[in-house]
């Protein structure tokens, strides 16, 4: 099962459901929430271990935490770009998806 967007809501359902259903373990994105501890925290309770992915939930009683490190990707990212255009590059925009919106930023 898998939420077909970014929904916090619809994350928190499939969580519960998984739940109810006493899957073997759970990976999934987590927010840092609330809501989202208590399910992680119940599904712990009930011997299901959950592990996050890409955001983590620190106070929750999740299994383990799987991440990448975001600056090294960009910067790994722009010496490929760098690479890409024959040390021509003039200007770099990134495009960073933050709870909020969208954050522009050039370099």
Not at 1 to 30: N, Q, W
Request: positive net charge; contains cysteine; hydrophobic residues 45%.
């Amino acid at each position: 099962m898998c939420p077909r967007f970014s929904d916090i809501r619809e994350e928190l359902k499939y969580i519960d459901i998984a739940t109810l259903a006493k899957v073997d373990g759970i990976i999934t994105h987590a927010f840092n929430t609330e809501d989202f501890t208590k399910l992680i925290d119940r599904a712990y309770y009930k011997g299901i271990p959950v592990i996050t992915l890409e955001n983590d939930n620190n106070k929750s009683k999740r299994y383990a935490f799987v991440g990448t490190n975001s600056f090294e990707i960009g910067k790994k990212a722009a010496l490929l770009l760098i690479k890409a255009t024959g040390e021509g590059l003039r200007l770099l925009l990134f495009l960073i998806a933050i709870p909020m919106g969208i954050l522009l930023k050039t370099i």
